[in-house]
């Protein structure tokens, strides 16, 4: 099963009580500990950022991962992804739509898309995968209509063998319930944030193997 990352310096600096100025450092460590611990994806997600910023800190986590399988995507910008030399893109659903971005890309480029019901996703076939969402409540997104276990397998049935990760309020004692839709796997901001006084590198290795160890163990065909 998948198992994918996606960041929030912001997020992860107020956590661990670090300051601004060490956000990205902190982003760093964190992305660094999760590729070396074998996460799939990495979704680089930091709206914030301004163009020429945000194609600096890419490029730097490329590096920083280029000797593990994680494969790096930038979330909805394309121009950013394709001059930072990202493995793909993640694109909103309200974004383009991925067949128009093949013409663009190269060979091998990856391409992700949201959905957050079953009507998106007949103009989504061309998308290497799916991020379905928000499942469960989260306090990121409290004012959504949450799928949760029904809706999350109505998506995973009308995408037909594309595969659909889960994303929001998704922890290790969810994945019973991802394994029980056959989704392909997990996206998730905060399960791999620390609190206060934990260390990053440990706390984030330790959690990508007991997600790993729980994904494999309830895929449908254990």
Known sequence: MILCLVTDRRRLAAAIGATPQDSL???HEQVGAAARA???LIQIREPDLEGADLVSLVRSIVKLTAATGSKVLVN???DVALAAGASGVHLRESS???AELRRMTPPGFTIGCSVHT??????RKAADFLIAGTVMPTASKSAVDYLYEDGLR???????GQPVLGIGGLNSHSIPMLASTRAAGMAAIGVFIPAAGEGISE???KRVGELRFALESASPQN
């Open 203 to 205: 706390f984030v290795q």
């Open 76 to 78: 909805d910008r394309l």
């Open 25 to 27: 450092d902190a982003l």
């Open 118 to 123: 079953t009507a998106g996703i007949a103009a």
């Open 38 to 40: 074998g996460v799939d």
């Open 96 to 98: 383009f739509l991925p």
């Open 154 to 160: 109505k998506i995973v049935e009308a995408a037909a």
